[in-house]
């Protein structure tokens, strides 16, 4: 298996639950891959949802403060 196939499997992993709605993550994408969703978590937040549109650049899972984004 090549780089290039490892890094298709991974994908932007959102923990709802831990997301507070700052939207920091949303302001650093490039490419658009964050919206917010349309229902609250069960602290009251609207979380952030992928789309699956990135390159992995990881700059969102850099500035989330509350450690709800990670690539796995």
């Known amino acids: 298996m090549n780089d290039l196939a ?27 891959a964050l919206t917010r969703m349309n ?3 069960v602290v009251g937040f609207r979380p952030v949802g992928w ?7 990881a700059k969102c899972v850099v500035v989330c ?3 709800a984004i990670s690539i796995k």
Not at 17 to 22: A, M
Not at 51 to 57: E, Y
Request: hydrophobic share 25%; net charge negative; glycine share 8%.
């Open 39 to 41: 229902y609250t978590n």
């Open 6 to 32: 490892v890094s298709d499997m991974k994908k932007v992993c959102i923990n709802e639950e831990n997301c507070k709605d700052c939207g920091l993550c949303i302001r650093i994408c490039r490419e658009g």
């Open 51 to 57: 789309s699956g549109d990135c390159s992995l650049c």
């Open 65 to 67: 403060l509350d450690f």
